[in-house]
């Protein structure tokens, strides 16, 4: 890498108003509604327990099911996501493809509500494409995140919009498991509404977010006989053949490749395992999202000034031992409890103890994403954020691919308890990946980029 005078030539980022920053980070608040009441908390373990309903195999093939719909969706991400960033960047449109995948989100989502039982391949239709809508903003807003503030706030900033959205979680979820109850057939009637909640909460709250987001970028004219297809696949074309400039990024995004796999497969059957394995009540239930929910939104905020301090690789290591330390005790909840209870003479549940092990859990999930997504920020020149978080966004879902689909799979010969410390091994291997990640020369290479850049214009 040649050497040159970064800081003399190269245009600082400014830091966004705090009206922006809000706006931003109100559609991590608003689409948590999606994340949790279908993917997570209530229409994952009523689609496996009501909707394809195999009790008697143990819901071995609802839980496959599920997995399939999710990979298929995360699949189409993969696909679709560089070469949607690309053409973002070239024609400054970060905020209109937001949109779009916005209404997509809400309109699919309220559709799932003519879900009934028996009615598989609606439901499995209609998954691939909300999650795969939700997906793809999931990636368009994390664009704006290096044009929000310097390299030095981004874990702040970041922090901050992973945060709300664990508070919008927990409004949106507290009232769905309030008002709508159990995800149960004998409260089917009222638990179908979830899915027009959902919509509704995620077209609401995020109207603050398409008023105050600014789009910056400059757009570019289109060449004659080319269109925004073949500008984009010629420029994640250069980029791959770039990417040895930015190496460091590709090392972190083969690390986030297994790091996101476990995340994936722990947000798909955390409250599916709660059912199936440790056999929870709804009271239990309830409480365990309120535990998730707050203690996420304190490690992606706590995180995230840790972060702008230690550095982010670091923090994202130390994310992960965590995710370790969590799955080992999720895997362990009922013979820990059995063995409590012989040598203390107790009389515990394995519902009780798994309540402290959603502490550990909720901390590893705030943090560990927010520390990944401002990584990729500090590694991101702005011309090419859109670009590179979709990048961000195809190493997510390719993990989510992998992951889903492996424990799918694991899980229908293993059983769900035994196939839950997959996401063990795939966290240790993501931290063994990481430690080649040099974060100062990533960032340097972002930098160096937008200088030639500065220079060439």
């Known amino acids: 890498m040649s050497a040159i005078s970064v ?11 705090r009206k922006e920053i809000f706006g931003w980070a109100m ?42 719909a999710l990979a298929v969706s995360y699949l189409l991400v993969v696909v679709t996501g560089p070469i949607c960033g690309a053409a973002m960047d070239f024609s400054a449109a970060k905020k209109r493809f937001l949109f779009i995948s916005y209404l997509a989100t809400v309109v699919t989502t309220a559709m799932l509500y003519f879900v009934t039982p028996g009615y598989v391949v609606l439901g499995l239709l209609l998954i691939v494409v909300s999650n795969y809508a939700y997906s793809m903003g999931e990636s368009f807003i994390a664009a704006f ?22 508070v919008g979680g927990l409004f949106a979820a507290g009232f769905t498991l309030v ?98 394995v440790i056999g929870w009540d709804e009271s239990i239930r309830n409480i365990m999202f309120i535990i998730v929910q707050i203690t996420a939104a304190v490690g992606a905020l706590g995180f995230g000034f840790i972060q702008d301090r230690i550095g982010a690789k670091i923090t994202y290591i130390g994310t992960l031992l965590l995710w370790v330390a969590a799955i080992i005790a999720i895997w362990a ?87 839950i410390l997959l996401c063990a091994v795939l966290f240790v291997i993501a931290i063994l990946i990481c430690l080649a990640v040099n974060q100062a020369r990533g960032q340097h290479a972002a930098e160096e980029w937008e200088v030639r850049r500065n220079s060439m214009n």
């Open 179 to 276: 008002a709508l109850g159990e995800a149960t057939a004998e409260n089917f009637e009222r638990i179908r509404w979830v899915g027009p909640f959902a919509g509704g909460f995620f077209l609401i709250t995020a109207i603050p977010t398409f008023l105050w987001i600014k789009e910056r970028g400059t757009p570019h004219s289109l060449p004659p006989g080319d269109n925004y297809i073949s500008i984009a696949r010629a420029r994640v074309a250069t980029t791959l053949h770039e990417l040895r400039r930015f190496r460091d990024l590709g090392i972190f995004l083969f690390s986030l490749l297994f790091s996101m796999a476990g995340i994936y497969i722990i947000i798909a059957f955390a409250f599916i395992y709660g059912a199936q």
């Open 333 to 419: 909840t009922p013979e820990v409890t059995a063995f409590l209870n012989t040598r203390l003479g107790l009389d515990w549940e394995a519902q009780h103890l798994f309540l402290v092990v959603g502490c550990l859990a909720g901390l590893s999930l705030g943090s560990s994403q927010s520390a990944s997504r401002a990584l990729v920020g500090l590694f991101s020149p702005l011309e090419k954020s859109a670009e590179f978080f979709g990048f961000w966004g195809l190493a997510n879902k390719l993990a989510g691919v992998g992951g889903i689909i492996g424990l799918g799979l694991l899980q229908s010969v293993v059983g769900l308890q035994a196939s």
């Open 27 to 68: 559609f991590d608040f608003a689409n948590q509604a999606y994340t949790l009441l279908i993917i997570t908390v209530v229409f994952g373990e009523l689609f496996t327990t009501v909707i394809v309903g195999d009790r008697g195999d143990n819901y071995r093939l609802a839980n496959l099911l599920w997995s399939l």
């Open 7 to 17: 800081p003399a030539e190269r245009v600082p980022r400014q830091r966004a108003s």
């Open 145 to 166: 995140l290096p044009d929000l503030g310097p390299p030095q706030d981004l874990g702040k900033i970041s922090g901050f919009g992973w945060a709300l959205g664990y």
